[in-house]
């Protein structure tokens, strides 16, 4: 009886064994779904503090600790990016642009001093043709005139 009565007991924590490994396995994968999502809901809290605190500095009301931050933020940016600029060499492409930029300017010089002289030869020829214009409205006048005198001193 001493032997059945251990051997139920075995069999007892065996089973009871079976239940924890299921319930550990169980609450194993409830914990990694929570750690899941408290980091996916811990980044947006962090992404959404960080704008508000961006926008407190930017509008003066955060605390001075932030907005100094932001602005030795934004100096490193400028400076870093004024650095790149003061660094950069002229390479082959800088020549290659600046020879296709005397180009377009030389070519654009071209086409205006082109559309000057095709001005001045519009100019000249109006100018010549409203001369004509005068002496034809002039010498209508005369005729007009001559032909209203004897108009007039025919009707005397």
Known sequence: MTYSRALDTLEQTRKDAVVIRETIASTRGKLTTATLKSDSLLQSLTARATALEKLKAKLGIG???????VVLIDNEIV????????????DELDEEFERMKNSKLQTQKLQIMEEIALAENKLTETTGALKKAEEQVLMSMTVMDMIVMIMFSMCR
């Open 63 to 69: 605390s001075s600790t932030l907005k100094a931050f």
């Open 79 to 90: 400076e870093e990016d004024n650095s790149l600029l003061q660094e950069d060499e002229l």
